[in-house]
């Protein structure tokens, strides 16, 4: 694959997981509909499975509400035609089910496919940095 490709795949990837975050932040949830597949999975820093249907709908009802969300690194990729595999590390701090969670540093990995002509993400997993 050529690097301008390459380079244009990854730019389009990042820009559309910062969308994501956004949109997360803000309970935009038709412009986290899109983003996330239908087989989205999630697993949290704490170990916690969710599908797309159980994140989504803990965000949209306030069940898990992002209070602050900070990149902390560059967002690292590797592009295989069809699948980015993206890397950062951000902070954030959470409330869930009214508890606020103190602000944390974790390592995210995030998988996405070209589906239907558009970049989705389809795999998260968060590891908590405890030192």
């Known amino acids: 694959m050529e690097a301008s490709l390459v380079t244009g795949i990854r730019e389009a990837v990042e820009?559309?997981?910062?969308?994501?975050?956004?949109?997360?932040f803000k309970a935009?949830?038709?412009?986290?509909?899109?983003?996330?597949?239908?087989?989205?999975?999630?697993?949290?820093?704490?170990g916690a499975v969710f599908s797309k249907g159980e994140y989504l709908e803990a965000v949209a009802t306030g069940v898990i509400k992002y209070v602050a969300?900070?990149?902390?690194?560059?967002?690292?990729?590797?592009?295989?035609?069809?699948?980015?595999?993206?890397?950062?590390?951000?902070?954030?701090?959470?409330?869930?089910?009214?508890?606020?969670?103190?602000?944390?540093?974790?390592?995210f990995t995030d998988s996405y496919e070209m589906r239907d002509e558009r970049w989705q993400i389809v795999w998260s997993h968060g590891t908590m940095i405890t030192t």
């Open 15 to 24: 820009a559309i997981e910062r969308k994501r975050l956004a949109a997360l």
């Open 69 to 107: 969300v900070e990149l902390e690194s560059a967002v690292d990729a590797r592009v295989y035609r069809d699948v980015v595999l993206i890397r950062y590390r951000a902070a954030f701090e959470v409330d869930v089910q009214g508890q606020r969670y103190p602000r944390t540093s974790c390592w």
């Open 28 to 46: 935009d949830m038709p412009t986290a509909e899109r983003i996330h597949a239908d087989d989205f999975q999630l697993i949290t820093p704490l």
